[in-house]
């Protein structure tokens, strides 16, 4: 089982632009195909911590995806990006 492919259901690897696509959803953006009738409305912060729960608890969601904490996009930690350890805060390379 490949590290973008883990157990997405559907057999589509789980790519950035999915999950920024639910990060999307999360924060109301309606998203092609997707009919609901309650629009969940999250901050950027609430959103990522759904993305977040779906990583760490139940593993359904690559957890190499983290949110910048200056810009507050999301990007691939094993493409770009800086870990601070001692403040425990990721940046993308945009701000890094
Ligand atoms: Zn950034």
Redesign the pocket.
């Known amino acids: 089982m490949g590290v973008n492919t883990v157990k997405d259901g559907g057999g589509k690897p789980v790519t950035i632009e999915r999950v920024e696509e639910l990060m999307a959803f999360l924060q109301g953006q309606e998203i092609d195909g997707i009919t609901c009738r309650w629009m969940p409305r999250l901050s950027s912060r609430a959103a990522f911590s759904v993305i977040y729960f779906l990583q760490e608890h139940m593993d359904l969601l690559p957890d190499h995806f983290e949110v ?6 999301l ?1 691939d930690t094993e493409r770009e ?1 800086r870990f601070v350890e001692r403040t425990g805060r990721h ?6």
């Open positions: 910048c904490v200056r810009c507050r996009d990007f990006g940046y993308c390379d945009g701000c890094d």
